[in-house]
């Protein structure tokens, strides 16, 4: 069974960098697209960045480029986020879909995932 638990979140300064964590559980990574979606009070929930867990070929939507970073280790996949603005507020949700015909940017712009976390919350305030 897909397990995925997200950690990291919390109140943070603007200025600041976070890192969160998705540890994946019930799958091999190997073979899935591993994503990062966030969800701001009132708006829909949007694509952040991707990684393969198959090439470790990552994309970032192209308004974060700059200030967001994906990565995996082992099991894990993390979300590095420098320079955090209050716009960047929200709970943030781990995705992972199996790696089939979509590229992993197309799956994140689709949201075409079928496993999710429950979210990290994270404030940006002073």
């Known amino acids: 069974q897909v397990q995925l638990v997200e950690s990291g979140g919390g109140l943070v300064q603007p200025g600041s960098s976070l890192r969160l964590s998705c540890e994946t559980s019930?799958?091999?990574?190997?073979?899935?697209?591993i994503a990062w979606f966030r969800q701001a009070p009132g708006n829909v929930r949007d694509g952040v960045s991707c990684?393969?867990?198959?090439?470790?070929s990552t994309y970032v939507a192209n308004s974060l480029k700059g200030r967001f970073t994906i990565s995996r280790e082992k099991n894990t996949v993390f979300l590095h986020i420098s320079s955090l603005i209050p716009g960047d507020t929200g709970v943030y949700f781990c995705?992972?879909?199996?790696?089939?015909?979509?590229?992993?940017?197309?799956?994140?712009?689709?949201?075409?995932?079928?496993?999710w976390g429950h979210g990290t919350q994270v404030t940006v305030s002073s």
């Open positions: 995705a992972a879909e199996p790696l089939r015909l979509l590229s992993i940017a197309s799956m994140t712009r689709l949201a075409h995932f079928g496993s």
């Open positions: 019930g799958f091999t990574v190997d073979g899935y697209a």
């Open positions: 990684i393969s867990g198959k090439d470790g």
